[in-house]
């Protein structure tokens, strides 16, 4: 009798846990940089450390890869949806079946267009306009304190995925404050989708089509990495002939900082995971989270440190101060 009693409590326990076991889905845009894997990897690490299941698709780049994601979420009524989109518009019809279903929907790295008419129990990623203003503020002083500011510098843009919010944001930010820099003259820019190989072909072109390049300005790490071998290719010395300032801020770009062929990165942090399960484990004890696009902290890292990249007077670090703590 005994024996039937615990084996009756175990029972039930096991069925109250797994009962209160969420299902968290994610639709993850694919693995174009390194920013993406680390982006990928922590927020898996983070759903399955707290013993919910995770449901994940990975979309390789493509907005009907995603939208079929968000559809098998649906029907398989999971109990979140984290998304981001591979680019900003195209969300709205398949976005509205997902908040028909009250599949509550989390927000994360990029955003959709009209955000206004959606709804989302939470929202966290990089500020991205700030990252384009952060990443041309730190080479005009840094060509300051080169002594070079009266020298008319071409400058070449790698831009990220064309139509996604973390392109044009911080398309619009270096842009915005370029405008105070006249001696700093766009001469070409072009998107490298986000990918090293992408960044390395077409720097060849502008390194073809171009005698003169003094600044590269990579939307991203991985453009900006795969510049530097097209840089390399053509006789010149990246991060000395050619200045080159990415966003990210992986271990690799400081490799590449510290091997002196770098000379800049704005961070953008991919560890999504622990605000996730954080927002998560808020709504399931009935917060309201808000609307708010959240931002989290983010800095400058350099060869030497000391250099303003904000327009609040925020210092850059030094890259190999900060190398030791990198984890992606
Ligand atoms: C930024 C993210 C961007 C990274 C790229 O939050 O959307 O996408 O900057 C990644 O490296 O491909």
Redesign the pocket.
């Known amino acids: 009798m005994k024996k039937i009693l615990i084996l009756a409590v175990a029972m039930v326990m096991l069925l109250s846990v797994s009962a209160s076991a969420l299902t968290v889905a994610f639709t993850q ?2 693995q ?5 894997t680390a ?1 990928t990897d922590n927020i898996k690490a983070a759903i399955e450390a707290e013993g919910w299941d995770y449901v994940y698709d990975d979309a390789q780049q493509k907005q009907e890869n995603q939208v079929k994601a968000l559809r098998n979420f649906i029907s398989q009524n999971v109990d979140y949806i984290l998304f ?1 989109g591979v680019v900003s518009t195209g969300w709205d019809e398949v976005l509205k079946e997902v908040n028909e279903s009250e599949i509550p929907l989390i927000l994360v ?2 955003m959709p267009d009209n955000m206004a008419d959606i709804q989302y129990a939470a929202a966290f ?2 500020d ?1 306009v700030e990252e384009g203003r952060r990443m041309a503020l730190w080479t005009a002083n840094y060509v300051k304190k080169l002594g070079r500011e009266n020298e008319e510098l071409n400058v070449v843009i790698l831009e ?2 064309t139509g ?3 392109a044009s944001g ?1 398309q619009e930010g270096i842009t915005e404050i370029l405008a105070d820099y006249p001696n700093l003259k766009v001469i070409a820019s072009q998107t490298g989708n ?2 090293r190989a992408e960044g390395q072909t077409v720097m060849e072109s502008f390194l073809k089509a171009h005698d003169k390049i003094d600044v590269l300005l990579a ?4 453009m900006a990495l795969g510049a530097i071998e097209s840089i390399k290719a053509a006789g010149l010395v990246p991060g000395k002939d050619i200045i080159i300032v990415g ?2 801020a992986p271990k690799t770009a400081f490799d590449a900082i510290l091997a002196g062929e770098m000379n800049a990165t704005i961070e ?1 942090t ?1 560890l999504y995971g622990p605000f996730v399960v954080d927002a998560i484990k808020r709504l399931e004890a009935g917060e309201d989270l808000g609307r708010n696009l959240m931002h989290p902290e983010e800095s400058c890292f350099d060869a030497e440190g000391g250099i303003v990249y904000s327009l609040d007077g925020r210092l850059s670090e030094k890259a190999a101060d900060k190398i030791g703590e990198r984890v992606y």
């Open positions: 845009i694919g174009e940089s390194d920013w993406r982006n981001t790295d990029r990623g990089g991205f990220g995925t996604a919010d973390a911080r986000f990918t939307h991203n790490d991985d966003c990210d953008c991919p």
